[in-house]
Structures are given as structure tokens and as C-alpha cells.
């Protein structure tokens, strides 16, 4: 089996202009598991799931699952299926029904009407390839993260917005405030800030196939679950500021967060799903046991 390890994320203080976000504080813990079927789960999947588990436990709360299978080119019905077993034979329990992203289209619809009503987004016709060639796009940018993108493509603020159409057949981007630094204090990695504009700039909250982005339909269902801490990998910090954004924007309170080290390989690289010889599925193959591999997770 080859060697893994771990990572640990680390902050950079600015200074904070204005943050204006309501944290959840229901009486009950809600966390959630939340696997794309695009490929079997590896060892650093169930690390992370093992601390929402155990987090969960700890304050006598519940543990959803939710299917995030709104990638329509890699998700396969074979993996669901393969998820819910791996996820079982690991030690995983959840409250049913599975939660299943692309059943809940029309929910993800309404969001993206609410964020057009408030002019809070606009049509997007730049692709990746014109963001990445663009002069003021950095080149050394976080390889896991998008590209910032540049707000010389951005429509005038005051600009008239098209109408949604149904089906939608062109991107539409979220409207960062710029030079607004947000911050929140996570569960393992303390205290966390972003300038928006500068971090992070604007962002896909739909797509020109007619499907919401992970960022929208992540706070959708975070908010209609009613979770009240998302247990996820530290590679995904970033991911967390858009979020927030979202939830402002939507009129959700925001749920806690805790950002779990990544588990990587033998060279330092993030475990991925090409790894098979660190998937759940493998180690089991090789009659591994779930209480060692959980054991090796502490």
C-alpha cells in the first residue's frame, strides 16, 4: 500500500473592512457527506467523511448523504451505487433518503431567479481559455482553484440583464464585491480571510448546459438541509468565501465550517481518484479491514 500523509492549511491575516454574516446555531448538529460520483473513493474521501462522522457523533447530531451528480460527462450510475456500498462497508451511517443533486433542479432554478431579480449576476460569454489569456489573469494561480477572472470582461454594474431563459444556454457569473474582505474562523484552521476582487474574483453560478454550478447547488441544499457545519477537505478554503457570498445573497444563514488536511501520497500529491490503489474498493479487494484504515486516518 503505498505511504500517505498529510497536509495542513494555514492563513494569511488582512485586515477586515466589513463581513456581514449570520452563522447558523440550531438546536440539533447537521453535517453532511457530499460525493461526486465521477470514480471509486479513495483513502482521502474517507478521512474527511470519518471526521464529519465522528464530528457528528461527538454532538449527538445527524449525518446526511448527498449525491452530487450534476457532472453530466463523468457521472456514472455504476459509481453511485459503488459510493453507497464503499461508504457502508467503511462504517458509514446516515439519515435516508439519499439526497441526489440532479432530482432538485428546480430548487437550484429558483435560486438562480432570486440572484437575477437582485441583479447580483450577468451573462458570461468569456471561456476558460479567454480568462486564462487575459493579461491581468495571474499564470501562478492555485492550479486546484479557478482562475481570477477579469474585470475588464464584466458588463457595466448598471448594465440591462437579458432575461433567464429555459432551458439556459449561456453561463451567468456572480458579481464579487470587490475590495470587501471576508472572514470566518474555521473548526480546524482558525481564523480565515479573503479579499474579494483580489483572492477570488467573479464566479459561475450556472452553466450554458443548463445546470447549476457546485457553488450554488452546495448552498441550496446546505440551506434546505439545515446544516449546521460542513466537514470538508482544506483544499476547498477558497471555495468557502464564494459560498458565503451565496448565502448572504440567498438570505441563508451560514453554516459552520471545518477544513479537514489532505491526504496525499507518497510524493506529497493530493490523493485523486486515479489513485485505485488507495480506493475503498481496492483495499477491500486485498481484504483490508475498515478498522485498520480508520485507524490509520487518526
Known amino acids: 500500500m503505498p505511504a500517505w500523509r498529510t497536509i495542513f492549511c494555514g492563513s494569511r491575516p488582512v485586515p477586515v473592512y466589513s463581513c456581514a454574516f449570520v452563522f447558523n446555531s440550531p438546536s440539533q448538529y447537521r453535517g453532511r457527506l457530499a460525493p461526486s460520483p465521477t470514480g471509486y473513493l479513495h483513502l482521502g474521501h474517507a478521512r474527511t467523511f470519518w471526521v ?122 456572480f458579481r464579487v464585491p470587490d475590495g470587501e474582505t471576508l472572514a470566518f474562523t474555521d473548526g480546524h484552521c482558525g481564523d480565515q480571510r479573503a ?20 457553488q450554488l447547488a452546495s448552498v441550496v441544499d446546505d440551506a434546505a438541509l439545515g446544516i449546521t457545519e460542513i466537514v470538508r477537505g482544506a483544499d476547498l478554503i477558497k471555495s468557502t468565501f464564494r459560498q458565503l457570498l451565496l448565502f448572504r445573497a440567498l438570505g441563508y444563514d451560514a453554516p459552520a465550517f471545518y477544513h479537514c488536511p489532505l491526504v496525499t501520497d507518497e510524493h506529497g500529491a493530493r490523493l485523486a481518484k486515479r489513485h485505485d490503489a488507495l480506493s475503498l474498493r481496492t483495499l477491500r479487494a486485498q481484504g483490508r479491514a475498515p478498522e485498520e484504515l480508520q485507524a490509520g486516518l487518526k
Open 52 to 173: 464529519a462522522q465522528q464530528r457528528a457523533r461527538a454532538a449527538q447530531g445527524e449525518l446526511f448523504l448527498r449525491n452530487d451528480d450534476l457532472d453530466r460527462a463523468r457521472c456514472r450510475p455504476e459509481f453511485v451505487a459503488a459510493m453507497r456500498e464503499d461508504l457502508r462497508w467503511f462504517g458509514f451511517t446516515w439519515r435516508e433518503p439519499v439526497i441526489t443533486q440532479s432530482e432538485r433542479l428546480p430548487l437550484y432554478r429558483a435560486a438562480l431567479a432570486q440572484l437575477h431579480a437582485a441583479g447580483l449576476i450577468y451573462p458570461c460569454h468569456r471561456s476558460r481559455k479567454d480568462v486564462l489569456a487575459a493579461a491581468s489573469a495571474p499564470h501562478d494561480a492555485d492550479e486546484n482553484d479557478e482562475p481570477l477572472y477579469p474585470p475588464e470582461f464584466r458588463p457595466p454594474a448598471d448594465a440591462p440583464l437579458p432575461p433567464l431563459t429555459d432551458p439556459v444556454r449561456i453561463n451567468w457569473r
Open 195 to 214: 479579499v474579494a476582487g483580489r483572492d477570488f474574483g467573479d464566479f459561475l453560478v450556472w452553466r450554458k448546459d443548463d445546470l447549476p454550478s457546485y
